[in-house]
C-alpha cells in the first residue's frame, strides 16, 4: 500500500518562512506528478504547486516568486519550500503524488492526511 507523509508545517509570522516536505512509501514502480494543494477554512481545495518527473514546474499565481517546489527522486520525496508568508497563506496543505504501483498498469492519485501552515499577522 502507498503511503503520502507530510511534515514541516507549524506557526510562523508573516514574512517568514517554512518547508514542507512529503515522502511517498510503499510498493512504488515510478512517481509521475508530484504536488501540493491547499484548503484554508470555509474555501475549496486549490492547487499551490505541481513538478513532473522531468523537473517541468507549475505554480499557482499567488505564490510565484514565494514559494518554490522541488522533488528527490531518490527518496520519493516532494519539497515545498515557502518564504514571505502572508497571513492568507493560512491553509491546511496537501501533498498528492501520481503513482504506479508494482503489478499495476497504471498510475493511481494518492494524497497525504495534510498539514497545517498558520501565518499571523
Known amino acids: 500500500q502507498v503511503r503520502l507523509v507530510e511534515s514541516g508545517g507549524g506557526l510562523v509570522q508573516a514574512g517568514g518562512s517554512l518547508r514542507l516536505s512529503c515522502a511517498a512509501s510503499?510498493?512504488?514502480?515510478?512517481?509521475?506528478?508530484m504536488g501540493w494543494c491547499r484548503q484554508a477554512p470555509g474555501k475549496q481545495r486549490e492547487r499551490v504547486a505541481v513538478?513532473?518527473?522531468?523537473?517541468?514546474?507549475i505554480y499557482d499565481d499567488s505564490v510565484k516568486g514565494r514559494f518554490t517546489i522541488s522533488r528527490d527522486n531518490a527518496e520519493n520525496t516532494v519539497y515545498l519550500q515557502m518564504n514571505s508568508l502572508k497571513p492568507e497563506d493560512t491553509a491546511v496543505y496537501y501533498c498528492?503524488?501520481?503513482?504506479?504501483?508494482?503489478?499495476?498498469?497504471?498510475?493511481?492519485?494518492?494524497w497525504g492526511q495534510g498539514t497545517q501552515v498558520t501565518v499571523s499577522s
Open positions: 510503499g510498493s512504488i514502480v515510478i512517481i509521475n506528478t
Open positions: 513538478i513532473n518527473s522531468g523537473g517541468g514546474i
Open positions: 498528492h503524488a501520481n503513482i504506479l504501483q508494482s503489478g499495476s498498469v497504471r498510475g493511481y492519485d494518492y
